[in-house]
């Protein structure tokens, strides 16, 4: 099956990957209208909500920038739906979910996945595996299910591999535009900004990280999303910062997810601790994110950003399944260049795996973290301790594998100069 679908032309896989999309989108529409459980994923409700009061300002007021004030916009407040937390240019995209149909998101969203796979045959030299390796996205039930369900993730990868792309290819301005739009919509991209310069920089010393392409990237990725700020800010004020960014930084999220983190803002929640916590866990996760990127950068971009994103997203305070969208477009960049037998990718993908259904309790073989997680959620079970565990289980057996791949990925093949555009 899997040769089969590998030996299509490219267009036609990408033409199977909508297909199936459109499918999802109308499954989930008919699901979420017979069943309790709904298909369609809880934000999605909430962009729409945001875009609704976007273009409808009598529900929710006005938007309070001082530039929205003296132009008299007719946009009204996206934040005034509590939970919220994106910018603006988000809810600006999803106004269509208003004025045209309910699933235009989930449309845009399935053509950043579409879009996604075309850059990353783009990307891949030229060779019989490139379909193979391409499927690991193009066809990937796990982003079909995500982006069909109204997770907005797809855009950020679009921008971040479209970043990608148009760096491999010499064009640092437009890499540092799409750079700084990635940043914008979610901020951990900003992470790639040092891979990227050791990268330009490689073989000139420290010299090299002040040059003319150096400069180019740099103002580019930091002018764009500067100037995307400013706009956002112009119009919507403080709001903007608080939800967007600032939210972020001192988040306290203690519902439960994968890190182990949430334990500690679930006990400490509302105090002073806590706050200071959310602060402090930043510290090793950018850390590392920013070692990775120094020490791999120059010799391999696209394993550096892949790392630093597994990283990331390992240390995050808050970690569910949707992040780890984050690192699976890099996927089919990075396979081909792994040095690593049958055997081992199997026992590591099966350790990957079984770290999101970790055992946590000496006393119950079968208590799985997505068991413990339904007992929490749909039963009112005090099973935080547990929970705490299995999510100790998931950042070791992670840091294992990513420790595992960094060390069989071969960084030192040759990559082509950059040549500014």
């Known amino acids: 099956m899997l040769d089969r679908l590998a030996k299509l032309p490219f267009p036609l896989i990408l033409l199977l990957s909508a297909s199936l999309h459109a499918a999802l989108i109308i499954y989930g529409d008919w699901h979420d209208a017979h069943s309790p459980l709904k298909y369609t994923d809880i934000d999605y409700h909430v962009f729409t909500d945001a875009a609704r009061f976007v273009v409808r300002p009598e529900e929710s007021g006005y938007a309070g920038g001082w530039l929205a004030k003296r132009l008299g916009l007719a946009l009204g407040d996206p934040y005034y739906r509590s939970t919220f937390r994106y910018t603006p240019l ?23 996945d579409v879009l996604i796979s075309l850059q990353l045959q ?41 970043s990608l792309y148009l760096l491999k290819r010499g064009n640092l301005i437009g890499s540092g535009i799409m750079l700084g739009l990635a940043t914008h919509l979610k901020i951990y991209p900003f992470v790639y900004g040092i891979a990227t310069l050791s990268w330009l920089a490689r073989d ?17 990725s930091a002018g764009t999303f500067f100037a995307l700020g400013a706009i956002m800010y112009s119009i919507w004020g403080r709001p903007f910062l608080d939800h967007t ?3 972020h930084v001192t988040r306290q999220d203690h519902r439960h997810n994968f890190s182990p983190f949430f334990y500690l803002a679930y006990l400490t929640y509302g105090s002073s601790i806590s706050r ?3 602060i402090v866990g ?37 970690c569910t399944s949707q992040y780890f969208m984050w690192y699976l477009w890099f996927l089919p960049l990075v ?69 595992r791949l960094i060390t069989l990925y071969d960084w030192d093949s040759q990559e082509p100069r950059t040549k500014v555009e």
């Open 276 to 278: 200071l916590s959310s």
């Open 122 to 162: 783009r990307l891949l030299p030229v060779g019989s595996s490139v379909n193979y390796v391409t499927l690991l996205w193009t066809l990937n039930p796990f982003p079909l299910n995500i982006s069909t369900r109204g997770s907005s993730e797809a855009l950020i990868g679009l921008a971040v591999m479209s």
């Open 335 to 403: 396979i081909p260049r792994l040095r690593v037998s049958r055997t081992e990718s199997v026992a590591l993908l099966i350790l990957w795996i079984g770290s999101q259904a970790c055992i946590s309790s000496p006393h119950d073989s079968s208590a799985a973290w997505l068991a413990i997680a339904f007992q929490l959620e749909f039963n009112g079970q005090a099973v935080y301790l547990r929970l705490w565990v299995a999510g100790l289980g998931f950042v070791v057996s992670n840091a294992v594998v990513l420790g």
């Open 245 to 247: 960014y600032l939210y």
């Open 90 to 112: 988000l809810a600006l995209l999803l106004t269509p979910n208003v004025l045209l149909h309910p699933a235009w998101g989930k449309l845009l969203f399935t053509l950043s």
């Open 204 to 220: 000139k010393g420290w010299k090299g990280w002040i040059s003319r392409q150096t400069c180019l990237f740099t103002a580019a």
């Open 282 to 318: 930043f510290v090793p996760q950018l850390l590392l994110t920013i070692g990775l990127g120094a020490k791999f950068g120059s010799r391999d971009v696209a394993g550096a950003w892949a790392a630093q994103t597994a990283a990331f997203v390992l240390l995050n305070k808050v």
